[in-house]
């Protein structure tokens, strides 16, 4: 994927520590939200590792947590960077459409 220049991010950490308090509350299993959700559960592994997920993957994750308000879980690149994230850290959210072409 092409590496895109933005200068919000998500913060994946972020959101993922809000699908885990969820997921507990719920007491289901990552397998569990990812057929409610409609995606493979090795998308729950790489937001924790802060890899990338689809435009179309987010949108099914923010309607499953009920997330009204994507505040929380944007942040600049210096606020990532001053919290000791590294690119690894980051996920860039892209769509299946940004590869075409390439």
């Known amino acids: 994927m092409k590496a ?7 913060d994946s950490q972020e959101l993922y520590d809000t699908l885990d308090a969820l997921r507990e509350d719920a007491k289901v299993s990552w397998n569990q939200v990812a057929t409610e959700i409609g995606c493979r559960p090795d998308v729950f592994k790489r937001l924790k590792e802060g890899s990338t997920v689809t435009v179309d993957v987010l949108m099914s994750i923010i ?5 009204d308000d994507l505040n929380d879980y944007i942040a600049t690149r210096e606020e990532m960077s001053d919290l000791g ?18």
Do not use: E, F, M
């Open 4 to 10: 895109v220049n933005t200068t919000h991010v998500l």
């Open 63 to 67: 309607k499953w947590a009920q997330i």
């Open 85 to 102: 994230a590294g690119v690894d850290q980051v996920c860039i959210v892209g769509s299946p459409s940004d590869k075409i072409g390439r």
